[in-house]
């Protein structure tokens, strides 16, 4: 069972569609966070989140701790934001630990 | 800003080779971390460093080893390389743990064991 999990794993979209990706965890997180990974394979940081809810532009992060689910929602959608999306949490425990979703691979349309 | 950099980006291996992947940062963080990524798995952690002189194993140690002299570097090594090493080999690092910290990551290595 993979301590992350991430839905949907494909999605396809028009451009300016509002973009709902998902994410749930089973273990105790100290932070979640949630990762960008283009077609060349960088991987960069969107957001790190322990509580509550973070926008930067068009992208917006939500996390519920009792649930132990988040969103990434990205408003207004556009072929740049095709990528890999990913969801990570930090473990509580031990901060060294990362677990990784397998990732969301969003295509916008133009 | 230099960040995270990786060498090589890709590089082709006959089984029972070795080699190093070569990870080092200009941002003077603590924690170093080495990860795979496999076709529609998620990262792995393979081992990570807290600092220099000081390595730790992750999720997924088994065939590689890791050494860390200084704060800049985290090499990577494949002693016997084998078919189920292929993979991408992401870098990355933090500044302080626990303290929720994001993760830079490196362009990573592609590595294929033939």
């Known amino acids: 069972k993979n301590e992350v999990e991430q839905s949907p794993q494909n999605l396809t979209a028009q451009e300016g569609e509002f973009i709902t990706i998902n994410c749930s965890y089973s273990v105790g997180i100290s932070a979640l966070h949630w990762l960008q990974q283009h077609p060349g394979g960088g991987i960069v940081s969107l957001f790190m989140?322990?509580?509550g809810k973070k926008k930067h532009g068009r992208l917006i992060a939500t996390i519920n701790i009792q649930e132990k689910h988040s969103s990434l929602h990205i408003t207004a959608s556009h072929p740049r934001d095709s990528a890999v999306y990913i969801c990570?949490?930090?473990?509580?425990?031990?901060?060294?630990?990362?677990?990784f979703g397998t990732g969301t691979s969003l295509t916008v349309i133009p | 800003n230099a960040g995270v950099t990786q060498t090589p980006k890709f590089r082709i291996l006959k089984i029972g080779q070795s080699m190093t992947l070569q990870c080092t940062q200009d941002?003077?963080?603590?924690?170093m971390y080495w990860y795979r990524q496999d076709p529609g798995m998620g990262l792995k952690l393979i081992y990570y460093?807290?600092?220099?002189?000081?390595?730790d194993k992750g999720e997924v140690p088994n065939g590689y080893n890791v050494s860390r002299s200084t704060t800049e570097d985290f090499p990577l090594r494949l002693e016997l390389a084998a078919p189920s090493q292929t993979s991408v080999y992401f870098c990355?690092?933090?500044?302080?743990?626990?303290?929720?910290?994001?993760?830079?990551f490196g362009d990573g290595t592609r590595l294929s064991i033939l």
């Open positions: 990355a690092s933090s500044y302080l743990q626990g303290r929720n910290q994001p993760q830079h």
């Open positions: 989140l322990s509580s």
């Open positions: 941002m003077n963080h603590n924690y």
């Open positions: 990570a949490v930090q473990s509580l425990n031990t901060g060294n630990q990362f677990y």
């Open positions: 460093s807290v600092g220099a002189g000081i390595t």
